[in-house]
């Protein structure tokens, strides 16, 4: 039984770019202090790519149960040792993340862009938290297409800009799956 929400969280520069040559292509401080406190206490949820685009240093994210996706036994095993669960789909991810954290409002799913792609065409998750940068940079991972049924909620509407210490412009949205909690 689902227990808890699902929400997908990233962030995204123009023409949809989530990521280039495994990893993001900015740097943007205040987008990771908004990911810590969106993802706080909660269960995160990511692709093997993701959790190795990670620096070491940073890994499992602390405070949260990390749930990292691989079809690989070996990767799996290598990832368990250094302190993350590991699921083989992420519907498995999901569940887990539900056993893991079952006081948590919601489950997280961190990306990338297989993680995002999988989730949306399935229908898996409740709410989207979306980290619009105002940025043209070259990227071979791409988010989703929110299509029909996603309402945004919040400042959606004004669509105003904040601008970052280092100049570089953002906004926080988020959507909701219409018909659900
Ligand atoms: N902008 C953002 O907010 C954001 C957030 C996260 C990541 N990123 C970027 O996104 C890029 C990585 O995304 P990506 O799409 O290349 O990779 P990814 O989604 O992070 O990971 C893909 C891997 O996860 C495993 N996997 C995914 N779905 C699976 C399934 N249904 N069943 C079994 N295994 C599954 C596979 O691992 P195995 O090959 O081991 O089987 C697959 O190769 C990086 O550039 C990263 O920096 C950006």
């Not at 206490?41 to 691989?70: A, H, Q, Y």
């Not at 006081?103 to 229908?123: N, P």
């Not at 400042?155 to 906004?171: C, L």
Request: hydrophobic share 35%; net charge neutral; glycine share 12%.
């Amino acid at each position: 039984m689902k227990t808890q929400l699902v929400g997908m969280i990233w962030a995204e520069a123009a023409e949809g770019v989530i990521g280039h040559e495994g990893g993001m292509p900015w740097h943007l401080p205040e987008d990771l202090t908004y990911f810590k406190k969106m993802t706080a206490d909660c269960p995160v949820i990511m692709g093997r790519r993701t959790w190795e685009s990670l620096p070491e240093r940073f890994r499992p994210l602390p405070k949260r149960t990390n749930v990292v996706i691989t079809s690989d036994a070996g990767r799996a095993a290598s990832v368990r040792s250094e302190g993350a669960l590991t699921a083989s789909s992420l519907k498995e991810a999901i569940s887990l993340a539900g056993q893991k954290d079952p006081k948590a409002h919601i489950a997280w799913i961190m990306g990338g862009g297989r993680l995002y792609a999988e989730a949306m065409e399935k229908d898996l998750t409740d709410l989207i938290s979306i980290t619009r940068i105002d940025l043209q940079t070259p990227g071979d991972t791409y988010a989703p297409e929110l299509g029909a049924g996603w309402t945004g909620v919040g400042k959606v509407p004004d669509r105003g800009w904040n601008t970052a210490e280092n100049g570089t412009r953002y906004r926080f949205e988020t959507y909701r799956r219409e018909g659900r909690p």
